[in-house]
């Protein structure tokens, strides 16, 4: 299945919305990414030039089949500029920019995920140069997973193929170019990766 659309949901740890400064919501805030910004099953990271500071944000994805169920699950990383997304916050912009460049949703491989009940008491975790920056229970999730993806489905164009990413827990920081990631949801799926980024173009580097 082709990944059309990713629908992220914002500020769905109660401490990852306070560590940022912004209220707990009372219903999911969802944005999207382009699918065309997944990058699956690799072992690599690799960051556009022109990208300032980006944060990781570790979150369960889940993966949307033909009768609207979810079908599959991933370990995720939804990339955020995040000097991109405060100054459109600021202005009352779009995150586009910040949320929806190449590679900037990076998934590990799928699991088969058909059942909550299966995978809330996991933990999610991300250790970056092996330092543990994020970590938390699925089920500390403000809004779980069946009412996110009943959410998603009843009010947005959902695909099949679409993935959902979660929201992400507390200890959201930067990303370097030769850091290496570990990323796991415990009993379930485990994938790492080494961050690159690329070259600026001639024209950019000598400005």
Same mark, same amino acid.
């Given at each position: 299945?082709?990944?059309?659309?990713?629908?992220?949901?914002?500020?769905?740890?109660?401490?990852?919305?306070?560590?940022?400064?912004?209220?707990?919501?009372?219903?999911?805030?969802?944005?999207?990414?382009?699918?065309?910004?997944?990058?699956?099953?690799?072992?690599?990271?690799?960051?556009?030039?022109?990208?300032?500071?980006?944060?990781?944000?570790? &979150? +369960?994805?889940?993966?949307?089949?033909?009768? /609207?169920?979810?079908?599959? =699950?991933?370990?995720? %990383?939804?990339? !955020?500029?995040?000097?991109?997304?405060?100054?459109?916050?600021?202005?009352?912009?779009?995150?586009?920019?910040?949320?929806?460049?190449?590679?900037?949703?990076?998934?590990?491989?799928?699991?088969?995920?058909?059942?909550?009940?299966?995978?809330?008491?996991?933990?999610?975790?991300?250790?970056?140069?092996?330092?543990?920056?994020?970590?938390?229970?699925?089920?500390?999730?403000?809004?779980?997973?069946? &009412? +996110?993806?009943?959410?998603?489905?009843?009010? /947005?164009?959902?695909?099949? =193929?679409?993935?959902? %990413?979660?929201? !992400?827990?507390?200890?959201?920081?930067?990303?370097?170019?030769?850091?290496?990631?570990?990323?796991?949801?415990?009993?379930?799926?485990?994938?790492?990766?080494?961050?690159?980024?690329?070259?600026?173009?001639?024209?950019?580097?000598?400005?």
């Amino acid at each position: 299945m082709i990944i059309r659309n990713i629908w992220g949901i914002g500020r769905n740890y109660s401490k990852h919305a306070q560590e940022l400064s912004n209220p707990v919501p009372e219903a999911p805030i969802v944005f999207l990414k382009a699918g065309s910004c997944a990058s699956v099953n690799s072992p690599e990271i690799r960051l556009p030039w022109w990208l300032g500071e980006v944060h990781h944000e570790v &979150e +369960l994805a889940v993966k949307i089949g033909n009768n /609207y169920q979810i079908i599959e =699950g991933a370990v995720a %990383l939804d990339l !955020t500029e995040r000097a991109l997304q405060n100054k459109a916050k600021k202005e009352g912009l779009p995150w586009t920019p910040a949320k929806s460049f190449p590679n900037a949703c990076i998934v590990s491989s799928f699991f088969t995920l058909k059942n909550w009940e299966t995978v809330k008491d996991a933990r999610i975790s991300l250790w970056v140069n092996d330092e543990l920056r994020q970590s938390a229970i699925l089920d500390e999730m403000i809004f779980k997973l069946p &009412e +996110l993806v009943r959410h998603v489905v009843d009010f /947005y164009p959902v695909c099949p =193929g679409d993935l959902i %990413l979660t929201g !992400t827990p507390a200890g959201v920081g930067p990303l370097q170019a030769g850091d290496h990631l570990k990323a796991q949801i415990e009993g379930h799926i485990t994938h790492l990766w080494k961050v690159s980024k690329d070259a600026a173009p001639p024209n950019e580097a000598n400005t």
